[in-house]
């Protein structure tokens, strides 16, 4: 047994940091040896201190090349490549956010891992409809991904199932919480009662509603709910959110819906960006979704080209500047073909909300994985309909 350290080296919020941990567990029971290190999750008094690694050679999964993976862990290669490497540690340095990454529910003990509020005998019943809503920071737009969820939305849930809807979470005062309001006056509405409090609540419920947040995301998942209808939307959209792909398509508790590709504001300016959405989600059974994200479309040479423009490539990358001074618009259409477009430069300056706002076609296109980015329906699709990739 190699003597090697799973070191967890990027930290967050609670939700953040429990999926790199299960994804560290997962890498040691895959490859069979290994010391998880450097974990704290208060939550759950969970303290793993650091191992000092300074003086030691080691693989490092590093944050841009996990984010580029959706987030999941190289473990065959890692099981392929310790054992004939001088590796003495892998330092697991992304968000790790791929449902792969994460020791099978079915199969392993997360109440021990991750016990329950004892004092605790608050939660959704089988007659109730959680709905988490999660307020504070994100509301001032501080993320693209980070949207809130239209009212029209949780309005079909209702209807559908019967159940007596409960907001529960950070009811942040806003323009947005009193429409919520408005339009549910017989709804229960529950402020967070604390992080521990709040994951319980989450987690024990029957019928759930996630917010878009890694930690509703993992409560719902660590549930033993009947059902959790989960809106495959901002930073729970692995076509918008490119770095991670959560969509838990082997769990039959899961009902999958897709939203457009939208981005968020500030919570004062919310309808600008929620009201072309309103109505706009679609419920896809989970085997299409599936096949969907399996097969995205993907921009050739020739698609890259037709709508290149000579400055736009020169204003984004300055660096290769030399190649106009000596060759003018040829040399930057030659770099482009040989150099750039393989290794992902852009051929154009592109706008994703203007054109996810201006195309919400284009941007429902996207959301399925009928296109892998916004960019690339506009490359491959987009230019021959007219469409514009910046106002």
Request: glycine share 6%.
């Amino acid at each position: 047994m190699k003597d090697l350290t799973i070191k967890v080296s990027l930290h967050g919020n609670t939700g953040n940091i429990m999926m790199m941990y299960l994804s560290a567990l997962k890498l040691q029971s895959d490859l069979g040896y290994g010391t998880v290190c450097n974990v704290r999750i208060p939550l759950f008094n969970i303290s793993i201190p650091d191992i000092n690694t300074s003086q030691r050679f080691g693989i490092h999964d590093r944050e841009h090349i996990n984010s580029r993976v959706r987030g999941r862990i190289s473990t065959d290669g890692y099981r392929h490549l310790i054992p004939n490497s001088n590796a003495a540690f892998i330092s697991l340095e992304g968000y790790s956010q791929h449902i792969d990454n994460f020791p099978d529910r079915r199969t392993t003990e997360y109440e021990k891992l991750f016990p329950v509020c004892s004092d605790n005998d608050q939660y959704g019943g089988p007659d109730d409809l959680v709905i988490n809503i999660r307020g504070g920071e994100i509301l001032t737009g501080l993320h693209p991904d980070y949207t809130v969820l239209p009212p029209e939305f949780y309005e079909h849930l209702i209807q559908k199932t019967g159940k007596k809807p409960i907001f529960y979470g950070q009811l942040t005062p806003s323009p947005y919480l009193d429409e919520l309001k408005q339009r549910f006056p017989e709804a229960r509405f529950i402020a967070s009662r604390g992080e521990a409090l709040d994951f319980d609540y989450i987690r024990r419920s029957h019928y759930i509603v996630p917010a878009l947040s890694t930690f509703s995301w993992i409560a719902s998942w660590l549930s033993d709910a009947k059902k959790i209808f989960f809106p495959v939307a901002g930073v729970l959209s692995p076509q918008q959110h490119r770095s991670s792909m959560l969509l838990p398509f082997d769990d039959p508790r899961y009902e999958f819906y897709v939203f457009p590709i939208y981005h968020s504001r500030d919570v004062s300016h919310y309808r600008d960006y929620l009201d072309p959405v309103r109505t706009a989600w679609q419920y896809v059974p989970t085997e299409e979704l599936r096949q969907a994200y399996s097969f995205p479309n993907k921009p050739t040479l020739n698609d890259a080209l037709s709508v290149f423009s000579v400055t736009d490539y020169l204003n984004t990358y300055g660096d290769i500047g030399s190649f106009y001074s000596a060759y003018g618009p040829v040399g930057l259409i030659n770099h482009f073909s040989s150099d750039g477009f393989w290794e992902g430069k852009n051929p154009v300056q592109f706008d994703d909300r203007y054109y996810a706002t201006t195309y919400p076609t284009a941007a429902m296109d996207v959301a399925m994985g009928r296109y892998d980015t916004l960019l690339d329906h506009y490359m491959i699709v987009g230019r021959k309909m007219g469409h514009k990739p910046r106002a």
